[in-house]
């Protein structure tokens, strides 16, 4: 069996990785689009979001609800034409399951990831 620490651990390094990931195009001095704008604040966000529900677990409805109002909005404002629909129906989506998680009227196999 694997051991919490381990899982914890790994936890942290992906979302550092993911937050060193977000920010690369600006230490490498790429030019600052629309779309590495969107693309950092995604990142980042899912990982702050990866340590909140790695440290403090019964937040998890909560922060999938933010992260859905994140994407969806970043994603429609600061992409152009079929991504930015793309994302908003993709925020839509999160937060729709957020939403059916905090009223506990998702399938059982779904739900034991809301309620640990």
Not at 5 to 30: C, E, N, Y
Not at 54 to 79: C, D, H, Q, R
């Amino acid at each position: 069996m694997a051991n919490v620490k381990m899982f914890k651990l790994l936890g942290v390094m992906l979302a550092l990785m993911l937050i060193v990931w977000a920010i690369s195009p600006f230490l490498r001095h790429q030019p600052v689009t629309n779309d590495v704008m969107a693309t950092a604040i995604v990142l980042i966000m899912i990982a702050i979001a990866y340590f909140v529900i790695l440290f403090n677990p019964g937040w998890t409805k909560a922060v999938f609800f933010f992260e859905g109002i994140v994407i969806g909005v970043s994603g429609y404002m600061l992409l152009s034409h079929p991504y930015n629909i793309e994302f908003a129906i993709v925020g839509l989506i999160i937060i729709v399951i957020a939403i059916l998680a905090y009223l506990q009227k998702l399938p059982p196999s779904i739900l034991k990831w809301f309620y640990r």
